[in-house]
RNA sequence: GUGGGCGUAGCUCAACGGUUAGAGCACUGGACUGUGGCUCCAGGGGCUGGGGGUUCAAAUCCCCUCGUCCACCCCA
C-alpha cells in the first residue's frame, strides 16, 4: 500500500497554490496599507498557552487540540489557532513599551475535527491583532480593513454580522438572568445545551437544534444588559462602521466559542459555503494579554479561513501570470539569445524555453501546450535582421520587434 | 464524536449479478521539418480505494476498514 497524507491533511497543488499566494500577497498589502507588520510566531506552543487563553472547558482545548510531550516531558500543543501565540509574543518581548501593535499573520494551524469541505485538521488562517488600542474607532476600522481586503480580493455574496459581548462589568449579571430562564426550559434544550448549561450558557444562545431554537426564543438578549460603558462603545462602533460605509447586521445571538472575547465580537459569513460558511470572524478580547501575565492591555483582532476565501473567489479576481515561450532555432539563436532570456526574466516575466530539439511546428505546439500566451521565435532569419518575432498565441497576430524593444513591448501587455 | 450518501483511467462519468470494465476530456506519438489551436489515425494507461464473505460467476450483493462529501457538532 503506498503511502498517502494524513487525513484532514491536504497537498495545496500548483494551481490553487497560485490563487493562495496572491490572496496572502493581497492581504499584506491592505493590510501594510492600514499600518500592519507581518509577525511570525512558531507553530508549537507549550499546551499551557491555549488552556489559559482559550478557555479550559471550550471545545477546541476539550477535544480538539494535537498535543503531545515532547522529549523533555513538557506538553506541547500544535497551535489550534494564531492569537494567543501573538499575546503570548507581545508580553514576552515586552512590546507593550511600543506604541499600539498593529500586526498580522499568515500559516497553519491544526484542529483535530471531522474534516468536510472548508473544515481540516491542518488550516491557514491570515490573522490580524491591534494591540493596545482601546478605541471603538479601532474596532471599525480594522472591520472596515477587513472588508477592504474581501473587496479587493473580489469575494462576493458575503455578511458582516455583529454583536457585542460584554465585560467582566455586565456579563456575569446577564449570564446568571439567562441561566435562570434557561433552567426553566431544561427539559426542552438538547443534551449539549444543558449538559453545558452551567459552564457556558451563552452557546445555547445559537443552537441549532429545534427544540433550543424554540425554547430560547424570547431568551433575554445581552444587548439589554450591557453595562453604560459597553453599549456606548458599542454603539461608536456601528456608528463608525455606518460612516465608514460597512454594512453590519447586528445579530444579538453571536457567541464566539473562544473564551477571551469581550464587547465587539463579528463574524463574515459567505454563501456557497455549506455549513462551514463562516469566512472569516473576530473580535475584542479586553482582557487576555492580562490573563496571561502581561499588562492591561485592549486587544481587537481576526482571523480568516484561507481555504474557505480560496473556495468563494475562485476565478474571482485572480489571473494566473502569463506565460511566455521563448523558442530560439538552432544553435546560434539558442546562444545568442540566453541573454536576451536573462533580461527578460529579470524584468520580472514568466519566460520558459523548452529544450528539445524539433522544429518550430513542434516547438510551437509544445508552447501551447504549456499554457503560453505569447511565443517569441528567434530563428535564421531574425539574427540576420536583428529582430525577434512575437506572436500572441490567442489572436494568432505576430509582429517583428528589435531586440533592444522586446521586454519593454511584453511589459506593456501583461 | 453521531447519522447518512458516495468511492470505477490524471479529470468527469458509463457498464441488468453474466464475454477481455468502456466513453469524453487530458496525456504520448503520427498525418504536419519556419508557425500551435481544428480535424483524422495510432498508443499508453485500471488489482473497479483496501481486506474479507456470499455465488458457478461480484465493479454490482453483505460485512469490516480507509478516504471523501452532506448533516449534526464545531468553527476560520
Redesign the pocket.
Known amino acids: 500500500?503506498t503511502i498517502?497524507?494524513?487525513?484532514?491533511f491536504?497537498d495545496i497543488l500548483p494551481d490553487e497554490a497560485e490563487l493562495w499566494r496572491w490572496l496572502e500577497g493581497t492581504a499584506a498589502r491592505v493590510f501594510s496599507s492600514y499600518g500592519y507588520s507581518e509577525i511570525r510566531v512558531p507553530v508549537v506552543e507549550k499546551t499551557g498557552l491555549f488552556q489559559r487563553s482559550i478557555g479550559e472547558t471550550?471545545?477546541?482545548v476539550e477535544?480538539?487540540m494535537y498535543s503531545f510531550p515532547d522529549r523533555a516531558g513538557d506538553s506541547l500543543t500544535l497551535r489550534p489557532?494564531g492569537t494567543a501565540s501573538v499575546a503570548r509574543a507581545y508580553i514576552e518581548h515586552k512590546l507593550y513599551q511600543r506604541p499600539v501593535q498593529k500586526l498580522f499573520y499568515m500559516g497553519p494551524?491544526f484542529?483535530y475535527?471531522?474534516?468536510?469541505?472548508?473544515?481540516?485538521?491542518q488550516?491557514?488562517?491570515i490573522g490580524a491583532e491591534v494591540l493596545g488600542d482601546l478605541s471603538p474607532l479601532s474596532d471599525a476600522e480594522t472591520i472596515e480593513m477587513l472588508m477592504v481586503f474581501f473587496n479587493s480580493v473580489g469575494l462576493k455574496d458575503y455578511g458582516l454580522e455583529i454583536n457585542s459581548l460584554g465585560c467582566p462589568e455586565c456579563r456575569p449579571g446577564y449570564k446568571k438572568t439567562l441561566l435562570d430562564f434557561l433552567a426553566a426550559l431544561k427539559p426542552s434544550l438538547?443534551a449539549?445545551c444543558s449538559g453545558?448549561m452551567e459552564k457556558n450558557p451563552l452557546?445555547s444562545l445559537?443552537?441549532?437544534?429545534p427544540g433550543?431554537m424554540e425554547a430560547t426564543k424570547d431568551a433575554p438578549l445581552l444587548s439589554g444588559f450591557l453595562c453604560a460603558q459597553c453599549a456606548s462603545h458599542f454603539e461608536k462602533v456601528r456608528q463608525r462602521l455606518a460612516a465608514l460605509g460597512v454594512e453590519a447586521t447586528v445579530n444579538p445571538r453571536i457567541?464566539?466559542?473562544?473564551d477571551y472575547y469581550t464587547k465587539t465580537a463579528f463574524?463574515?459569513v459567505a454563501r456557497g459555503l455549506?455549513?462551514?460558511?463562516?469566512?472569516?470572524?473576530?473580535g475584542r478580547y479586553d482582557g487576555l494579554v492580562k490573563d496571561l501575565g502581561g499588562p492591561e492591555t485592549p486587544c481587537f483582532g481576526?482571523?480568516?479561513?484561507?481555504?474557505?476565501l480560496a473556495l468563494c473567489v475562485k476565478d474571482a479576481k485572480f489571473k494566473h501570470a502569463p506565460v511566455i515561450a521563448f523558442i530560439p532555432?538552432g544553435g546560434p539563436a539558442t546562444e545568442k539569445g540566453a541573454g536576451l532570456l536573462r533580461e527578460l526574466r529579470q524584468r520580472g516575466l514568466k519566460v520558459v524555453e523548452d529544450f528539445s530539439e524539433a522544429?518550430?511546428?513542434?516547438r510551437?505546439?509544445?508552447?501551447?501546450?504549456a499554457g503560453?500566451r505569447y511565443?517569441l521565435?528567434l530563428?535564421?532569419?531574425?539574427?540576420r535582421d536583428g529582430v525577434i518575432?512575437l506572436?500572441?498565441?490567442?489572436?494568432?497576430e505576430?509582429e517583428k520587434t528589435g531586440l533592444a524593444d522586446i521586454a519593454d513591448k511584453l511589459l506593456l501587455r501583461v
Open positions: 500500500m498517502t497524507a494524513v487525513r484532514g491536504n471550550t471545545d477546541i477535544k480538539e489557532e494551524m484542529r475535527e471531522r474534516p468536510q469541505k472548508g473544515r481540516y485538521r488550516f491557514y488562517q438538547c449539549n453545558r452557546r445559537d443552537c441549532k437544534n433550543c457567541v464566539r466559542g473562544l463574524e463574515v455549506g455549513s462551514q460558511n463562516a469566512v472569516a470572524a473576530g481576526f482571523a480568516i479561513g484561507l481555504e474557505r532555432l522544429g518550430l511546428k513542434g510551437m505546439k509544445a508552447a501551447h501546450r503560453a511565443a521565435i530563428g535564421d532569419d531574425e539574427l518575432t506572436k500572441d498565441m490567442a489572436s494568432g505576430q
